[in-house]
């Protein structure tokens, strides 16, 4: 059976992050199950010129059959449900307000009610918060969410693989996030001592 990774988008900076880590996935045989905020949905039109929210529109079309998509207003959709086994989740990007609203366990979407459960069926919870400075708010929410069982992951990209453009500055941070849903993949973020 092949690995099982529910992904969320909400609406923080971030969508080429959101959309390398979808060919990773599908490239790996990994099933994405995907739920967009509408300000996710947002984001992608306005960061990444998407045009529709499905495989196409993700560049991913040889892949649908791994791809399935869920209304984030269908609170009944499979991925809410604690029943639904899967490998981990990832929110991608993460927004302020998702975190405050995981950390607070509100589950007014789809996306927030995948986190809650994830938590508490003691899933991998992978948040991705694209949000900088940080404020204490945050910062007591990025804590709660970690106290919970939940792995903060800052869309913090590395400098030490002596970057050559955006796309290998994408391609580290996927790489990392991968990584932390085990995930294999051959991205270049393995550390090599030079001296």
């Given at each position: 059976?092949n690995?099982r990774?529910?992904?969320g988008?909400t ?5 080429p992050?959101l ?10 045989g ?8 509408s300000?996710g949905?947002r ?5 990444s010129?998407v045009k ?14 791994q791809?399935?998509?869920h209304n984030?207003n269908?609170l009944g959709?499979?991925?809410a ?8 989740m990832i929110?991608?990007?993460c927004?302020?307000n998702?975190?405050?609203?995981i950390?607070?366990?509100i589950?007014n979407?789809?996306?927030q009610?995948?986190a809650?459960?994830t938590?508490k069926?003691r899933r991998t ?5 694209r949000?900088?400075?940080?404020s204490l708010?945050d910062l007591r929410n990025?804590?709660?969410v970690?106290e919970a069982?939940?792995?903060i992951?800052?869309l913090?990209?590395?400098?030490y693989m002596?970057?050559e453009?955006?796309e290998?500055?994408?391609d580290f941070?996927?790489g990392?996030?991968a990584?932390?849903?085990g ?6 973020v ?6």
């Open positions: 059976m690995k990774i529910v992904v988008v609406g923080a900076s971030g969508s992050y959309l390398r880590f979808l060919r990773v996935l599908v490239e790996g990994v099933d994405v199950h995907l739920a967009i905020s300000l949905k984001l992608l039109v306005e960061e010129g529709s929210f499905d495989a196409d529109g993700f560049c991913i079309s040889d892949y649908c059959d791809l399935t998509i984030d269908n959709a499979t991925i449900s604690g029943t639904f086994l899967h490998d981990g929110v991608l990007p927004s302020s998702t975190l405050g609203a950390a607070s366990g589950t979407t789809l996306v009610r995948a809650a459960v938590l069926e919870l992978v948040l991705a918060h949000e900088t400075p940080i708010i990025l804590t709660i970690s069982g939940g792995t992951a800052p913090s990209p590395g400098f002596m970057p453009s955006i290998d500055l994408v941070m996927v990392k996030l990584d932390l849903l995930v294999e993949h051959a991205l270049p393995r550390w090599t001592p030079t001296v």
